[in-house]
């Protein structure tokens, strides 16, 4: 019987799109009024994406008070649906109006029609411009300070100015809208830009179909799919996409499961075997028992994953945020002292002086540092969706090209994890029957052990009937015990010699079992790593397999025979001068899992594996290393390069605005132009 293992959530996850956002200061305010609530066991708000990716501690979820609390922030939210963006239009009709209308003010104003000049001006100051005054409204209001506070002070200042009796600098209400203009125009281009950059992970929920077929009164008719409750039958016709996860209760058929396992050859599926939503039904008509309903399947779980890493918010990303609220203030202060200094200590003209001052808060908006991070990050996120594996957090991903040490996990890592009985032996050293294989079967059927499927597997392909166990206890790394057809029955690993694993005892009764796996080892996976890595194995199996195997792979430390709390201590005890990646698949790896500086595991990994695994492979096996090495590298570097293109324009850009050799209008463009020098080196193959 073939079945695949199904990705596994263990929180509940709301998504939202946020409108309203100018800058990832508007992110970090939401963040901050979210996580006041106990129900939040984390929030990530995505300034680039728009989106809130909540994780909730508990079932009982209601959107809308989650949507009110940043409503009661200033901004705006809904629930994450599936509809196609038509907001183009507006956004590139209002920047584009803007930038005509400023074009119309000097004309205006040199043929004496000021008020009409006012009128335009306030406009597109006061209306196309309200966003940034809002924002740094409400920013003020709570003693921080975003990009929105420059723009919307220097466009305010050159509207003041401007409409001030007797000045003489009716000219600087074009300087205002010059500000808006460029920076709308600029905002606009930003965001087409990352949505083209960020193309490459279109939601691959998309494919799953809306409506499902189901028998109504012995008639096929379609209905929603988020009306299917768990136990119902739908049927999946020939060259459907299976939309739910289940098994089939009637019918067989060959299945496309690439998306999952990767594998392009076509599964056969039979009565009783699992499948999973989002692969291809290529064969006959069949029906499915719905497992999962809607939003709690495999392909959900799996972008729910890819999202979370997209929206996570690495160590760099808080170290930028602390710059840039210290550097806002201090451009606030800086434009301060250089008008005092300008106008009343040197003297200087107050056109010039005011000019300068306006050019140093437009030019200075840290808009591109806010930028420099999440547009990677997403990106980054989606190839290595698209390569097999998702990192929950990006500096697991960072951190895993510093490791110095990789640690592997035998069975189902190294090798394939898929055993076969060789034989069993009693005291009288006699080969038993079937009988013996059934109820060793009835036992381990509730475990996830490798061995326990392999045993699950053997009793499939001979047809052997299992019964119910009860009583069920498995001790991780030790063995499994439960109550077959009233018999006491146990199964523990056995450490009496090199030629039996198992040790079954069926009441007072005992058997050795000895078994043999299949090997399917990547000498060049490890051969390649062994260059730059310390590679060693920890393994539950005895001393004398393991050794056998580092020899096979020239690994010189492969420790056999270890439980669970010794892989934990040895691995503690590597920490002490080493960086420590562990790569293991079972319910007795996980505490080494969760202490390691970053741990790997697969998608058919036991749930707990997963759940405290930093990274996880969901197509092929251990050969993605190369693929995950590859682009963390990539994209640590393209980090720093947004980085560097952030800092050094901010830099070059400030002392010339200081020195008052650029006007407002075009520290605005230039301003604009740096966030999208940035967005375009993100949008870069990685």
């Not at 990009?147 to 409409?163: E, W, Y």
């Not at 050859?265 to 999962?292: A, F, M, R």
């Not at 393994?539 to 397999?545: A, F, L, N, T, V």
């Amino acid at each position: 019987m073939n079945k695949v293992i199904q990705l596994s959530a263990d929180t509940k996850t709301l998504i939202l799109s946020v409108e309203g956002m100018t800058c990832a200061a508007c992110a970090a305010r939401i963040e901050r009024v979210l996580d006041k609530d106990e129900s939040v066991e984390d929030v990530v708000v995505n300034f680039p994406l728009k989106k809130a990716v909540i994780e909730l501690n508990t079932e009982d979820v209601n959107s809308e008070n989650y949507i009110e609390k940043i409503r009661s922030v200033g901004y705006s939210a809904q629930e994450e649906t599936q509809v196609e963006d038509s907001k183009n239009f507006k956004r590139f009709f209002i920047p584009v109006i803007s930038l005509l209308s400023t074009l119309t003010l000097n004309p205006l104003i040199e043929a004496n029609q000021d008020f009409i000049a006012l009128g335009i001006s306030s406009i597109i100051i006061f209306i196309f411009g309200r966003t940034f005054h809002l924002s740094a409204l409400k920013s003020i209001r709570n003693i921080n300070f975003n990009m929105d506070t420059l723009i919307s002070i220097g466009s305010l200042s050159s509207f003041v100015i401007g409409v001030i009796p007797n000045n003489e600098e009716l000219m600087y209400l074009e300087t205002g809208g010059f500000i808006i203009s460029f920076i709308l125009i600029g905002k606009t281009i930003e965001d087409i830009s990352i949505k083209s950059s960020i193309s490459i992970s279109d939601s691959i929920i998309e494919s799953i179909p809306k409506d499902v077929n189901i028998y109504d009164d012995k008639k096929i008719v379609r209905r929603p799919i988020n009306e299917i409750t768990i136990d119902q039958i739908i049927i999946v016709k020939k060259g459907e996409i299976i939309p739910l996860d289940g098994e089939i209760s009637y019918g067989q058929s060959e299945v496309d499961e690439s998306i999952i396992s990767g594998e392009s050859e076509p599964i056969l599926k039979k009565e009783g075997d699992t499948v999973i939503s989002g692969s291809i039904n290529l064969g006959n008509d069949i029906e499915v028992k719905v497992t999962k309903k809607d939003g709690e399947t495999t392909i959900n779980y799996l972008e729910k994953l890819i999202l979370k890493a997209q929206t996570t918010k690495p160590d760099i990303q808080e170290t930028v945020n602390k710059i840039t609220n210290i550097f806002v203030p201090s451009i606030l202060l800086l434009s301060f002292i250089n008008f005092l200094t300008k106008f009343f200590i040197l003297g200087n003209d107050f056109s010039a002086t005011i000019s300068s001052t306006i050019a140093i808060l437009v030019i200075a908006c840290p808009c591109a540092l806010g930028l420099a991070t999440p547009i990677v990050l997403f990106r980054t996120a989606s190839i290595s969706n698209k390569n097999g594996f998702i990192f929950k957090n990006f500096d697991y991903l960072q951190k895993f090209t510093k490791l110095d040490t990789i640690i592997f996990d035998k069975t189902g890592t190294l090798t394939s994890g898929i055993f076969k009985i060789k034989k069993i032996t009693n005291e009288n050293n006699l080969v038993v029957d079937d009988e013996i294989i059934r109820i060793l079967a009835s036992v381990e059927q509730k475990s996830n052990h490798p061995i326990a499927k392999s045993i699950l597997l053997e009793s499939e392909i001979k047809n052997l009937k299992l019964s119910p166990v009860d009583e069920f206890n498995e001790i991780p790394g030790k063995g499994v015990t439960g109550i077959v057809d009233n018999k006491n029955v146990e199964v523990k690993k056995s450490s009496q010699d090199l030629d039996s694993d198992l040790i079954l005892k069926i009441d007072a009764k005992e058997y050795l079992i000895t078994l043999v796996e299949d090997k399917t080892l990547n000498k060049d996976v490890i051969e390649n790593l062994s260059n730059e890595y310390e590679i060693e194995i920890l393994s539950g199996d005895k001393p004398e397999k393991v050794k056998k195997i580092g020899e096979d792979l020239q690994i010189d430390v492969a420790l056999g025979n270890q439980s669970p709390e010794e892989k934990l201590e040895y691995i503690k005890n590597k920490q002490k001068d080493k960086t420590v990646g562990f790569i293991g698949d079972g319910i007795n790896d996980s505490p080494a899992l969760e202490q390691a500086n970053v741990s790997l595991t697969f998608a058919q990994s036991t749930q707990i594996a997963q759940s405290v695994s930093d990274i996880i492979i969901f197509r092929g096996g251990f050969e993605k290393l190369n693929s995950i090495f590859k682009i963390s590298k990539n994209a640590n570097r393209r980090i720093s390069e947004n980085l560097f293109l952030a800092f050094i324009y901010n830099i070059i850009m400030i002392p010339i605005a200081v020195t008052g050799n650029i006007v407002p209008s075009m520290a605005a463009l230039a301003m604009a132009l740096s966030s999208l020098s940035v967005v375009i080196n993100s949008s870069r193959k990685l």
